[in-house]
């Protein structure tokens, strides 16, 4: 019985060990906004504490493969990423992908993936960075947005004010040219003269 504890005791250890040392991807930022035609660098950090020989890099977009290569003894086998697209990788483990003149289409998911191919297989994902391209208009409006928002309920507010007003004001005017003795008080018509009262002719 002390033989089988010890025995899971040193799995436990070794699996522990191995989880400390394991592959693993950070990457930064979460939210990434640019302008149309625009220059933009996606970065992730491969960590892995164990040396390896053969790294297998991807990016994906929403979910689909946008592009892959090996890093073999520290160096990148493929440089490109499409038409559109360069990799860059700098020792111990820094990954950039960099996209030229960005269009509304490239927004999206990016993620970083790193398999560790020799000595032992390992897979590791980054956790993603959401590019929104967005159009010059719409960086300006969406800026100006929260000013616009406060004129627009300020203009409204003032339009019901004066709305109000000229109703009230209406409404007095017709209830007063409807009253007898208010109209009596403010108008008097001249009555016609007694005949004791003409001029001599």
Known sequence: MGSLGTVLVLLAQFWALRGATGLSV???????????????????????????????????????????????????????????????????????LQLDHVSLNDSGLYVCWATVEIPDLEEAQGSGTQLLVETDGWLLNRSFSGLAFALLVTGAVAAFALGAWIWGRRRCRNRDAGNPLYSNALYQPRRAPRKSEAWPV
């Open 26 to 96: 950070q990457q930064a930022p979460k939210l990434l906004q640019v302008r149309q035609d625009s220059q933009v660098t996606l970065a992730c950090q491969v960590v892995q504490a164990q040396a390896w020989e053969r790294l297998h890099i991807e990016w994906t977009k929403d979910g689909d493969i946008l592009c892959q290569t090996h890093i073999i003894n520290s160096s990148l086998t493929v440089g490109v990423c499409g038409s559109w697209g360069r990799l860059s990788w700098q020792p111990p483990g820094n990954l950039t």
